[in-house]
């Protein structure tokens, strides 16, 4: 069975510093997918970004930046330069198919201090 | 926009009810979950569904079932809702590879 393993229950930083999220997973498949969603204190679930086994290749989005590792299955996640309006909870996810549910972490509760 | 929409967003039940939580996206979605979030446990999947009228079981299926009777339409039960039931509750459907989750029903049984 799969596992997902975010070590980091919390982490607090003043804002402009930068932080950086930890992913590990656990899969014997070959192909899966991997997912990191951010949840607000409103508490919907948003969708920030999804990796394919195959594309090891790291993704920059503005202030957010992913590394994906499969050779230590880490998937990790950095902000640069944090806001206020970061502070949130971080879920990591895997999925194997398109009829799969997600496999969650227990998400990374993420404070970042003015 | 996707949109899932929930038909609760917070719920209060007594011990012993029957409980139906309701889940429609409008995307014309083949699959559907529902998870539960607990403090330090994350999300797990209950059930989930990929086609109308078929349904499998997740992580923790036990004191719940499912009924997918339309395809826009998920609906999770609680036969006799306990104390342990307790629980924010997200529905989502794929699109395919990308799960899209309604706000969360926040339910508390007592």
């Known amino acids: 069975a799969q596992k997902v393993t975010q070590a980091q229950t919390e982490i607090s930083v003043v804002e402009k510093e930068d932080v950086t999220l930890d992913c590990v997973y656990e899969?014997?498949?070959?192909?899966?997918?991997l997912f990191w969603y951010k949840q607000p204190p409103s508490g919907e679930l948003v969708f920030l970004i999804r990796?394919?086994?195959?594309?090891?290749q790291n993704e920059i989005s503005g202030r957010y930046s992913w590394n994906f590792q499969k050779s230590t299955s880490s998937f990790n996640f950095t902000i640069t330069a944090s806001q206020v309006v970061d502070s949130a909870v971080y879920f990591c996810?895997?999925?194997?198919?398109?009829?799969?549910?997600?496999?969650f972490g227990k998400g990374t509760h993420l404070i970042i201090q003015p | 926009d996707v949109k899932v929409t929930q038909s609760s967003r917070y719920l209060v039940k007594r011990t012993g009810e029957k409980v139906f939580l309701e889940c429609v996206q409008d995307?014309?979605?083949?699959?559907m979950f529902w998870y539960r979030q607990d403090p330090g446990l994350g999300l797990r999947l209950i059930y989930f569904?990929?086609?109308?009228?078929?349904?499998e079981k997740g992580d923790i299926p036990e004191g719940y079932s499912v009924s997918r009777e339309k395809k826009e339409r998920f609906s999770l039960i609680l036969e006799s809702a306990s104390t342990n039931q307790t629980s924010m509750y997200l529905c989502?459907?794929?699109?395919?590879?990308?799960?899209?989750f309604g706000p969360g029903t926040r339910l508390t049984v007592t």
């Open positions: 989502a459907s794929t699109d395919p590879y990308e799960q899209y």
């Open positions: 899969t014997r498949d070959t192909t899966y997918y």
């Open positions: 990796r394919n086994s195959f594309d090891e």
């Open positions: 996810a895997l999925m194997l198919g398109r009829a799969d549910g997600l496999t």
């Open positions: 995307m014309d979605h083949e699959n």
């Open positions: 569904s990929y086609d109308v009228k078929m349904k």
